[in-house]
């Protein structure tokens, strides 16, 4: 089976460049260069390439199976991306509390993308195994069967995306990278995209009159989009498992009639949207039972999001180091060159085989931590365990040790 190269290559805002100029240089620029890490980041402004420098933010590789970690401009299969952030502020639709005029709930984020905001969100998030790549290569067979017209009705397939699992795991996020990244992907297949969220918290968490008016909207709006076929859409519903809650507490009677009315229209529209050949719909929950919603049990993948393993703690850690390291926080002295800790086998001598030992170790004892939760350490490290603004990486890493063990004290005494 083949497995292209993906080169994404982001332009600067202002860059008037053609894209076959542009990828003709990043092209040149590669053959002169002899190998290059994956899922590693060339900024702009280290290329030799004159044109490079002044036209492109960053270049990115990436291979589906990461089996290798090196690259090279001799692979045969080579797929090239050039893409421009959108930088505008997303548009937010609110809906207002009758009774208090302050009160503004956003109910629905509406995003161009691919979108600054978004930026390295895909590469920030760490899993085991391939979750992320086979998840968009699920998107990818979505949008090569509805491009290929095949028959729904002979083979069934039907747009909806589950994540599932314990909070904190990166399932919002990974919602919207997964997102973002097809933008980048798809950027010659389509001209527009577009990524909706809706707050389905805020939407049901207490009746208001415009509701019903404001899901009309939102989805006249949305299906306008969709009539245009070089757009893509993407919905985001985020806990989705409110609207299965909302429906059911309605039913019961404790709420009022209307709110049940308003759970019905956005399942009546989100059913009709589905039939569109290009959208997608995203949706995340962090309940384990079943979620009484025929659309989601219907989801053509289902994925459970757990708690990251010990190698993918020691990615997250990592990176949080890099950046301090970067921020002048931690001091590196020459052989403690972050660079060089053990990731993927890069060469390492004793120091720093040292500290990639101690960092392992750390990572193990931070197993059962989730991944918000494993972000902030090194936060509560610093605020905590260290009375200096700068610290050397092995003081780093023992305040690191430190934050890891109250974390779990604290979360032991949260049974209680
Ligand atoms: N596997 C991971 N790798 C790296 N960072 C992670 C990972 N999981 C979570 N995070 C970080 O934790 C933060 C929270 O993630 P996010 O809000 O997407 O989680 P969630 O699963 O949607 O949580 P909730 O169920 O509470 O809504 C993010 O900033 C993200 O960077
Ligand atoms: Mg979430």
Redesign the pocket.
Known sequence: MSNPLHIEVCQKVDSLLSVEDLSKAVLDELKNSSSFDLNETILGKDCTHDILKDHIDSISFYRNNNETIHANSNDEDIRLHVYRLHEDEPATETIHDNDNNSDELPVATHWVLPSSDFKGLWE????DSDLKENLLSFIETTILFADCNVDPNIISWNRVILLH??????????CKALAQKLAIRFSDRYSHFALVEINSHSLFSKWFSESGKLVMKMFAEIKQLLENRDALVCILI??VESLAHARKSSTSGTEPSDSIRVVNALLTQLDQIKRYPNVLILT?S?VTEAIDLAFVDRADIKQF?GH?SEI?IYK?YHSCIKELIKARIIEVEAVHEISHLKINGHEENSTTRHMSLKLLELSRESVGL???A??KIPFLAHGLYLRTKTSTLSQFLRAMHFAVTKHKEDALERHY
């Open positions: 920030s998030l760490y899993y699992g314990p909070p904190g795991t990166g399932k919002t996020s990974l985020d806990e995340t962090n999001i990251p993918a997250i989730s991944g918000r494993l972000r």
